[in-house]
């Protein structure tokens, strides 16, 4: 009796253990949102407090801005997943050699063989038509053979991350078009992207498109709440403004062959300070509608669910205006700002 009652709890344990295991997988499968962990702050938290606390809040995933030593060391063996960024000041010397390129992989990827990369973010925001532009292509051409060289191109797909500042037509969605005089940056990187089938990286903020518009653009669109369509596109029902540009984002990329373009929102959130419309309860209510919103399509690719980092971990008091300043879900000592559900 004794022998067998052991056998059976041994037996139920292994089996709750799979279970779990299973469960596990599962969940972190479904975890489409990740953060981005931004260090423009004084008194921020130690690299392995911030690795811990995604950890004790479950955000699978992490955008870094630059390959932080310190933060790819936490991260080893965390199964965090992650986008590095490739700084615009790096861009210049990555893109004048392939060795160079090399290097940066080696150094920043292939030595860390136990961090789980995601992506590599070749810039972020560039201009494109400042001095630094040209070597965004060039830049992501060499990120790409080193990686692939290192056998690790199924793993890690190279991009860069625009914001919808090139956006010259964005309403209504269906109309969405590029900037004429951006094209001849974005039509080559669209091209790139396609024939590599890696996505494209957008930052996209309805704050922003909402504080320069508030006698037109309704603060319940910006924020996910507004009950029932707002705008009506053809055949197409928006209720909320995040849609609306992602789709004028894709309405773009179709007209100039990146119809096949996976979009991944490499930043989007709400400041709870600083600026018009910025309360606790606004980035609140933002963030924890995003998040739940994500987990679907739009109306133009319903599909879904849409791969999104929330920006950002922390705030960062050395950024201006002071609305920069107040995007974090957390303030520097550990503390959420509001109870937000990454599950």
């Not at 008194?43 to 870094?64: D, F, H, K, S």
């Not at 500042?165 to 990187?189: C, E, H, K, M, W």
């Not at 603060?219 to 403004?241: C, E, I, K, P």
Request: proline fraction near 5%; aromatic fraction near 10%; glycine fraction near 10%.
């Amino acid at each position: 009796m004794f022998d067998s009652t052991v056998k059976g709890s041994s037996t139920m344990a292994s089996l709750l253990l799979l279970f779990g295991l299973l469960m596990a997988t599962i969940h972190l499968t479904g975890a489409q949102t990740g953060v981005c962990y931004g260090m423009q702050g004084d008194n921020l938290p130690t690299a392995g407090e911030v690795v811990a606390l995604y950890n004790q809040y479950n955000i699978r995933r992490m955008r870094l801005y630059d390959p932080n030593q310190g933060a790819l060391q936490a991260l080893r063996g965390s199964n965090i997943e992650l986008m590095v960024g490739v700084p615009n000041d790096a861009l210049q010397n990555i893109a004048s050699s392939q060795a160079n390129a090399n290097s940066w992989v080696q150094n920043n990827i292939r030595n860390y063989g136990n961090v789980k990369f995601r992506y590599v973010a070749v810039g972020n925001e560039v201009n494109p038509t400042g001095s630094t532009a040209q070597f965004v292509l060039p830049a992501m051409r060499n990120i790409f053979n080193a990686i692939s060289a290192a056998g690790l191109g199924n793993q890690i797909k190279v991009s860069t991350a625009i914001d919808t500042g090139v956006l010259g037509t964005s309403y209504p969605p269906s109309q969405g078009a590029f900037r004429s005089d951006v094209t001849s940056f974005l039509n080559p990187i669209i091209t790139f992207l396609v024939n590599n089938r890696a996505p494209l990286l957008v930052n996209l903020y309805p704050y922003f498109s909402y504080i320069s518009n508030t006698r037109d653009i309704r603060l319940d669109y910006a924020l996910f709440t507004a009950q029932g369509t707002v705008v009506q596109d053809g055949q197409r029902s928006y209720s909320n403004l995040f849609d609306a540009i992602l789709d004028a984002v894709y309405s773009a990329l179709e007209r100039v062959g990146g119809g096949s373009l996976q979009i991944v929102i490499s930043e989007s959130g709400w400041p709870s300070a600083g600026g018009t419309a910025t309360t606790v309860d606004n980035a609140r209510i933002y963030n924890t509608n995003l998040i739940q919103h994500v987990k679907g399509g739009t109306p133009k690719k319903p599909g879904g669910p849409i791969e999104t980092y929330v920006f950002a971990m922390f705030d960062e008091n050395r950024k201006s205006p002071e609305y920069e300043k107040h995007f974090g879900l957390f303030s520097p000592n550990k503390q959420p700002k509001y109870s937000l559900n990454f599950n």
